[in-house]
Every structure is written in C-alpha cells, then in structure tokens.
C-alpha cells in the first residue's frame, strides 16, 4: 500500500507519456487522474495508521549505493510529518489532474502535459518519504527538472523560454548550497540518513571545521547550506524572483508548482532538518530575518501588481515568509500546519483565477475585467472563499494557522520575535488589501474589458466547478479539524518527526500573550479588507491622486517593479558575467593564453622552428661545420655562464622566458 502510493503517480506518466498517442487525451487523461485519486485513497490510509494511530513505517526497498564509506538505500520512512504531506500532494495533484482535463482540452499536447504533471508529482512524493539526504535530493532535483518542463510546456512562446530557465538557474543556486550541505554532512558524519545524523548531532554540537581555510562550527556551516537550499526551493528574499515569472505556464501548473507542493519543499527541508538546527540557534535567527523580509516585501509588491496570477504569485511568496519565520523561531509544526492549510485555499484561488481567465478569452489584466460577479457566480463564490480564507478571515483555514504564527511570534519576548510579528501583521494588513482589490477589480467594478468578451463570459464546465468545489471544503474547514491535532498545546501528533529543544519551546508562552496583540492581526486584516473595497468603491479618485503626486509615483513604481530586484540582476550581476564570459574568459583565457600555451601555439612554435631549421639544410659540408661549432660554443658558454651566475637565477624565470618565446613566435605568424 505505502509503495503504490509513490509509484501509481510514475505508472500513470509513463502510460502517458509513452503511449499517449495511442490513448488519446482522454484515455492519458483517465488514466493518470485515476492513479493520483486511488493515490490519495491510500494517503487517507496511511494517515489514519501513521497519523492518528502513531505507527510509523520504514521501508527498505533495495541497495543503491554501497562501498567501503557509502552506503545509501533505497528506504522509505513514513511517519505523521511524511503522510500528512502525502496527504496534502496527492490531494491537490488529483484534483489539478482533474481540472486540467477540461482546462487544457483544447490543447492537443494534453497526453503530455497531464504526463508532465504525474511525473511531478511522483518527484515530490519521493522528496517527502525519502529517508536519507541523497534520496530526498533525487526527489528534490526531480521537482525542478518536472516544473522546467511545465513552465515551458507551451515551449513556441518566448516568455515561457525565458521563465522557465529562469526557474531552473536561480534554483541551482540553491541546489549548489544544498549539495555542499550534504557533502558536509556525509565527510562529517559518515553518513547521511536522518536516523543517524540525527543521532550524532548532539556528539557533533562543537566541532569546528575548515571551511575555506576558516575554522567554522560544523553545524552552523551545515545550516546555513541547507537553509539556502531552502531559500532557492522556497523563492525566499533574494531567490524569490523566479516564482512571480513562472506564472507563464498553464494555470494548472501554477496551482500545482507554486503554491501547493514543490515552493514548500524548502519550508520541509527546514522541518525535517529540525534535529540540526536546534543545536544552532545564531542560523534560527537568520531564517526568521529572512522569513521576516520576505512575508513584507512580497505583501507589499502585490499591492501594485495588475496580472491577476502574479497576484497571488506575490501572495505565495509571502506566505511561505510565514511559514519560514515560524520554523526559524523554532516552531516548526506550526509552520507546517500553515504550510499544510495553505495548500489548499491557495490552489483553490488559482484554480479560480483559471477559470476567470478562460471565461474572458485568455485575459490576464484585472483591469480589463470587471463586472463579472453575475456572469460566472460559481467562480466568484470561489474566490470569496479563497480570499478570506488567505487573509485569515474569523474560523475560516488561514485564520487557526496564520494568526497562531504571530502568537508564537510575539510570544518569543525577543527583538526578532517582535520583529517577524510586526512586519507579519503589516504583512497580514497588505494581503487583506490586495485580496480584496483583486476580488473587486475582477468581479465588482464596471465591466472595463472588450464587449464581446465580457458579454460571453461564463462559469466553467462540470470539472473545473468539481475541482473547485472540493476545494473549497478544506478551504472552510480543514483549519478548524485539524488545530488542536496538529498544534495543540500538549498534542504529540508530530512525535518523533519533528525535535525541538525545551530551551526554545514557547507554545505555552504564546498563549498567554495579551489579547490586544492576540486580534490585532485578524483586526488589521479586517481594515485592509474593508478599506479596500471602501477606496475603490467610493474614492477612486483619492487613490488616483495619491498614486499620480510626486511620492506616490516613485513609491508606486518601486513597488511595481518589485523593489528593482530584476533590474539590479540583469543590469549588475548578469551584464557582468556575460561580459566576462565573452571578453575575459572566452577570447582572452580560452583563445588566448590556452591556445598560446595549448596544443595550437605549441605546434604552430614547432612548425616554425622546423620550417628554420629545414632552410638551414643548404646540403653544403661547411655550412654543417660551422652550425657544429656554433652549437658547441653556445653550450659550453652556457654551461660556464650558468656555474657562475646560476645560483642567483630563479628556476621560474626559464618558464617566464619559455613562454615569451612562444608567444612573439605565435604573433609573429599571426601577423604574417
């Protein structure tokens, strides 16, 4: 049962992709939505026994690598962190499998995208019930290889080329970091499952290393490649600049990738790695700065952002600051929980968006919709839902897990506690902001677009409205079922999966924090929410004017070119290595010194050198008589200079001079 839970997802791809020509799109469409639903069927399964019932499953399936100081197997570990993730992926994925059939039925390409989607999915369930780094790092390569191919799966158009090698470079930055993490892991440890690195942590708490001829604390070098690992997976402060650009892709790959499953890779990476970063809390506080200035930058952006999938895109991204800063305050399983909650009211509002942007023929622009609330109604209760949900609106998903993530916060009585609750619950007043402009804009104001298309706008048809509507349940409820299991003050849901040091515990302290830092989250929420739709209701012009004055035209601009990161990339750090690339590396490294030195200088030297000497051949005996005794000169002067000076000659100059001779040779050819 707990294999096919992986493995369905790869069968379903591989028909798929192999004989989708032979299915057809319905038969590829059948077949792998029907693996991914059986798929979920048997999460439910394994987190009613691993869950509820606290009987984690290990499973070794097979050697893969063994040699004298490597062994690593093929081993499944499935405990309440694993399935709970199973759970959430497999869910989301069948129901994305589900509305792509529909969504994307008039692209004949569909046998390979809904291939696409399994193999993705079969990735991720292989990062999360991995029980070893080197597993868990094939699930991980897997998930960006998979959103490379999605993200450009309509590979004619250039915006789709560009995000998706965009996607694929900034996260190898992150997969470099976290490749050296697991070097250092294994050289340290000798090994790399998380049982036993987990187990020699506390023996290993201060050792020192040599990294880059520094003495380093092994642990806190280890942390920080892990966490920028997480940061490059998890579009983090300075690695974020991917994810708004890979809204390219079909909408189904943006519920999917960016805001269910492979973007909270990372805050898994954090939780799982939690028996390690316990012991290093300087690393804690630099994810909870970080986690920090993401939630705020990105809630800020999307302020300003007119494309509605970029939107929630920037929604995303901060979102996943919440639940960064929550793991960096050593809360991990609250992290998770919103992390987990999340998944769902943020497919829901893509999903939706989706449907927005086919009932109004491809139109992205919230400023060429409007008026829309009665023409598709289903679609607009959905994004309702959605939107309260994501700005943490009373009893409803967002409000039990993000609203907690502040308690916590606060209740470190620390200065980066303080700071994560401030700029979370700015954070918290922005998003309320930019949901409600997004949800009037599209549906409330006057119709703005074309006629023809406004006029025929409708709801989608009986699969997306399924999706959508299964979609919308956990939306509601989830949070509200699963609190006191999850996080609940004493619950030991989590048991063994996650570790937290006694030192860093504050759940009892959270809840005894004053009431008035309590609801001032859900209160600002609630001012943003009714502010905005106040503003743009009745003082349009208020915001026209505000926006048009000397400040607000610098201030809107930075926010909508998302505080220059683009600008300073592509300007400093890109322009730079391409002209370097060219100039430094390629003509005056590659075709100059290498060649000079290289087999082309060498054996145009040779050919010169042999071209002299064969016109030295005259065939007359004296002229050979005379090269003889020049030569001998010659060396035997050389040998009586060099008793005589040699001592104060430097061996390294005779290689100085080599190369010299080489080169005015070489020149000299050239310019002949």
Known sequence: MYLLIIFLSIIGSSFAGLFGRHLGSWGAAFITTSCLVVSFLLSLFAFYEVGLFGSPVYIKLTTWISSEVLHIDWGFMFDSLTVSMCVVVTFISSLVHLYSIEYMSHDPHLPRFMSYLSLFTFFMLILVTADNYVQMFVGWEGVGLASYLLINFWYTRIQANKAAIKAMVMNRIGDFCLLMGMLLIFINYKSIDYASVAVLTPVLKDKTVNFLNFNLHLLSVIGVFLFFGAVGKSAQLGLHTWLPDAMEGPTPVSALIHAATMVTAGVFLIARSSFIYEYINNILELITVFGALTSFFAATTGLVQNDMKRVIAYSTCSQLGYMVFACGLSNYSVGFFHLSNHAFFKALLFLSA????????????????????????????????????LIGFPFLTGFYSKDLILEVAYGKYSDLGYLSYFLGTVGAFCTAFYSMRLSYLTFLSKPTGHKKVICYAHDSGKFICIALGCLAIPSIFIGYLTKDMMVGVGSHFFGTAIYVNLNNFNVFDAEFISTFYKTLPVNLSLLGFFSALFLYSFRANFLFNIKTSVIGKKLYNFLN????????????????????????SYKFIDRGIFEILGPTGLSTAILKVGSSLHKMQTGFIYHYTLLILVGTTVFIGLRQMWLLIGYAIDFRLLFVVFVLFFYIIYSTNNDK
Do not use: C
């Open 354 to 389: 989706g449907s927005v942007i086919h009932a109004v023929n491809d139109e992205q622009d919230m400023r060429k919709m409007g008026g829309l609330k009665n023409l598709v109604p289903f679609t607009y209760s959905m994004v309702v839902i959605g939107s309260l949900a």
């Open 561 to 584: 070119r998302k505080w220059f990161f683009d600008k300073i990339y592509n300007e400093y750090f890109s322009q730079f290595f391409f002209k370097f690339g060219f100039s430094t």
